[in-house]
C-alpha cells in the first residue's frame, strides 16, 4: 500500500502484515478496527490503525497524517491520538472496547427485521436507527407539521427460545434533514446474540408524509481494553461531513524510528535505524519480526565496520515493510542501499560491503596454490549493456512521493549509440543525490566490470569469503609470474623459478607469510641489462622475513597481481572449493555526481490541497 504510483486505499484484510518501519516515511498503515458512533444528529467514524511495530523501546513519532491526500488540519472535528508501540502504553481512545459493526440497512415496519451477531463473545450491544430524509408531515401552509415513528428493540442468546424487551423508543421531529438514533445496552452475558426491531404501529403513508425509518447497523461490543503492546497506533475520530463522508478515507502518517538496539559486546545501544547496516543487524537479531538470531552469533564489528562505511558515503535507509517478506529477500531490500550483504559463517552471521577500500593484507591466490589446469577466465559480453539507468526512490522532499531519476553514462550525447535504458526500484532511498548515486555506481559497473575469473583451491580457500578482495597472479594471463619462495635472506629472496629483468624497468614483489596471512610488498633493485636469474636484490630489507614454501608475485610495479572481489565460493571435488570472483576496478566506485538544484520558476504562492479536472465540452458546431 505504501509503495506505488497510484494511492491505495488502508489495508483491512484480517491476517494482514503488521509493518516494520526504519528512518523516516510516509505510510499507509493497516485497519485494525473500525466502527460507526452516533451522538444526537451527528455521526463519527473511528478508525483505528496500526501503524509499525515499536519494538523494544516504541518508535520516536507518529505527525503528518493526511485524510485523502490532504493534511488532517483541513478538515474540521477530526481528533488524532496516537502511542508510539511501547509495551507500557496506556489505552487508546475510542477504542477501549472492541466494536464490530455490521451493517444492516433494513426498512423497519410492523414485521420483524432479524439479525445475528457475527461472534459469540458479545457483551454489550449497539443498534443504528435513521431516518434518511428526515420526519414531518408537508401542511397545507406549506409548514412541517411534527410526526412520530415508534420502535421496539428486542433480543435473546442465539440458543435462547425466548425474545427479552430491550426498550421501547419514539422518534419526534419536524424536519427535512437525516435523523439518526443510537442505542445501546450493556453488561450482557458474553454469547451469540439475536436481535430484531419492529414498528409498534404503522406509519400514515402519502406524499406530504415523510418518515421512512431503516435499521442502519447493529453493533457487537467487547469489553476489553486492549493496548496492543509493542504496535504502533493512530486513532482518527471524524465527523462526518460534506467534506468527509460516505466511504472511509485513505488515512497516511509520518512515521520515524530512529534508533534500533543493537549489542555491542557488553550492553545494547541505540544505533541510528537510517544506518543500512544497523537495519540489516536489527532484521537479523530481532525475535518479533526478524531472524531471532542471537547477538552472541552476529559479528559485531563487522557490522560497525559496514556502518562506518554508509556514514562515510552517506548511504542511508528509509524504509516501510508492509508487505510479507522471507529474511532473506528483507535483508536484500536493506543490503541493496548500503551495498553490502548479510552472510552465515557456520553458525556466525557476518556482512560484506562493496566498497572502494582496499584490506590491509589482500590473500594472494597464484601459481603457487592454485590448482593445476583448474584456473578460468570469461571476458563478459559487452551487448545490450546498459547506458541509461532510470531509479526510482521515494522522494521526502516531496512527501514520499515515487519518483523517477535518469542517469545516463558519461559522453553519453557524444557516444553516437542507440539508447539502451533499465529501471531499478530503490526501494527505500528517499533522497535524490543517493538514487543518483546508486545510478552512476551500476552504470560504472556495466562499463568497467568485463572480466571474471575461476580457479580451485585447497585449504587456502577457507580464508577467504565471498566480498573480500583478493589478488591473483597467473602465468595464463600474465598477471605476474607467481610460486613459492624457496628461500629469504634480509634483503634477497629466491625464487623457485627464473624471472627476467629489464633494464629502465622497476619490479617489485609480494610476498604472503603463510603462517600470518600478512602480505608484503617491496620494490627490486633496478638491473642495468637484461637479466634471467631466480634471485633477486630488493631495495629494502623485509620487515619480517618469510619463510620458505610462502606464496610469491613478482612483476612490474603496478601489474604484481590483479585485484578481484570473490562472488562465490563452492565446493568442488577432493575437499576443494572452486572460487569465483570479478575483476575489481577502482573506477566503479567513483560514483560522485554534481546533483543539479530544482528550482521553481514560478513567483506562484505555493498551494495544498487542490484538484483539477480538465473538461472538454464540444460547442453547438461540434
Not at 572480466?451 to 569469503?465: F, G, K, N, P, R
Request: aromatic share 10%; with cysteine.
Amino acid at each position: 500500500n505504501t509503495y506505488g504510483w497510484d494511492p491505495s486505499p488502508n489495508g483491512d484484510q484480517e491476517g494482514g502484515m503488521l509493518g516494520v518501519l526504519y528512518g523516516t516515511h510516509r505510510v499507509t498503515p493497516h485497519i485494525n478496527g473500525r466502527y460507526v458512533s452516533t451522538s444526537g444528529n451527528s455521526q463519527y467514524l473511528n478508525v483505528l490503525y496500526a501503524v509499525c511495530e515499536g519494538g523494544q523501546t516504541g518508535i520516536d513519532s507518529i505527525s503528518d497524517v493526511e485524510i485523502n491526500d490532504n493534511p488532517a488540519a483541513y478538515y474540521s472535528s477530526v481528533e488524532l491520538v496516537t502511542r508510539l508501540g511501547t509495551n507500557d502504553q496506556a489505552v487508546i481512545p475510542y477504542f477501549n472496547d472492541t466494536i464490530l459493526d455490521t451493517p444492516v440497512g433494513a426498512r423497519l415496519s410492523t414485521s420483524h427485521v432479524t439479525r445475528q451477531t457475527m461472534g459469540n463473545t458479545a457483551q454489550g450491544l449497539g443498534v443504528g436507527i435513521y431516518l434518511p430524509y428526515g420526519l414531518y408531515y408537508a401542511n397545507d401552509n406549506g409548514g412541517l407539521t411534527a410526526q412520530s415513528v415508534t420502535y421496539q428493540v428486542e433480543y435473546k442468546k442465539s440458543e435462547d427460545p425466548d425474545w427479552s424487551i430491550w426498550g421501547t423508543y419514539t422518534v419526534t421531529a419536524a424536519q427535512n434533514s437525516a435523523i439518526r438514533e443510537y442505542r445501546r445496552i450493556d453488561n450482557l452475558d458474553p454469547g451469540q446474540y439475536d436481535l430484531r426491531v419492529v414498528l409498534t404501529s404503522a406509519l400514515p403513508t402519502g406524499s406530504r408524509y415523510r418518515n421512512d425509518t431503516y435499521w442502519e447497523y447493529l453493533e457487537e461490543i467487547i469489553y476489553d481494553d486492549f493496548t496492543y503492546p509493542g504496535v504502533a497506533l493512530l486513532a482518527v475520530n471524524a465527523l462526518a461531513t460534506d467534506e468527509l463522508s460516505n466511504s472511509t478515507p485513505r488515512v497516511t502518517c509520518l512515521g520515524s524510528r530512529l534508533t534500533v538496539p543493537v549489542w555491542t559486546g557488553s550492553a545494547y545501544e541505540n544505533k541510528p535505524a537510517t544506518n543500512p547496516a544497523w537495519a540489516a543487524y536489527d532484521i537479523v537479531h530481532n525475535d518479533e519480526y526478524g531472524g531471532a538470531v542471537p547477538y552472541s552469533r552476529i559479528i559485531y564489528q563487522k557490522f560497525l565496520e559496514w556502518a562506518d562505511w554508509c556514514d562515510e558515503k552517506g548511504y542511508t535507509c528509509n524504509i516501510y515493510f508492509d508487505t510479507m517478506k522471507n529474511l532473506r529477500r528483507a535483508l536484500d531490500t536493506i543490503c541493496t542501499l548500503g551495498r553490502g550483504n548479510v552472510l552465515q559463517i557456520g553458525s556466525k552471521f557476518t556482512c560484506i560491503y562493496d566498497g572502494d577500500v582496499l584490506p590491509a593484507d589482500s590473500f594472494l591466490f597464484s601459481m603457487g596454490n592454485i590448482n593445476r589446469n583448474s584456473f578460468g577466465e570469461e571476458w563478459l559480453p559487452m551487448d545490450d549493456r546498459a547506458n541509461q539507468i532510470e531509479v526510482v526512490y521515494y522522494d521526502a522532499e516531496l512527501n514520499y512521493k515515487k519518483q523517477p531519476v535518469v542517469v545516463e553514462q558519461d559522453g553519453f550525447d557524444d557516444l553516437g549509440v542507440d539508447v539502451s535504458p533499465r529501471q531499478v526500484d530503490l526501494v527505500g532511498c528517499t533522497d535524490r543525490t543517493m538514487a543518483i548515486k546508486h545510478g552512476k555506481f551500476l552504470l560504472n559497473c556495466n562499463r568497467y566490470i568485463t572480466l571474471t575469473a575461476s580457479w580451485e583451491a585447497d585449504v587456502d580457500a577457507i580464508h577467504c569469503l565471498p566480498g573480500d578482495i583478493v589478488r591473483v597472479a597467473h602465468d595464463v594471463p600474465q598477471w605476474g609470474y607467481s610460486g613459492r619462495v624457496v628461500l629469504a635472506r634480509a634483503n634477497t629472496v629466491t625464487l623457485d623459478r627464473e624471472v627476467t629483468l629489464e633494464p629502465d624497468t622497476t619490479y617489485g614483489i609480494q610476498v604472503q607469510h603463510y603462517e600470518t596471512d600478512v602480505l608484503e610488498e617491496l620494490t627490486v633493485e633496478a638491473v642495468a641489462a637484461t637479466k634471467t636469474t631466480s634471485e633477486l636484490i630488493l631495495t629494502s630489507s623485509w620487515e619480517n622475513t618469510p619463510p620458505p614454501l610462502s606464496n610469491y608475485s613478482f612483476g612490474e610495479v603496478g601489474r604484481v597481481s590483479k585485484l578481484f572481489r570473490i562472488t562465490r565460493i563452492a565446493k568442488a571435488q577432493d575437499m576443494k572449493r572452486r572460487i569465483t570472483a570479478v575483476e575489481h576496478v577502482a573506477d566503479v566506485y567513483n560514483d560522485s555526481v554534481a546533483v543539479p538544484a530544482i528550482s521553481n520558476a514560478s513567483s506562484l504562492t505555493v498551494l495544498a490541497g487542490l484538484n483539477v479536472t480538465e473538461i472538454f465540452r464540444k460547442s453547438p458546431l461540434g
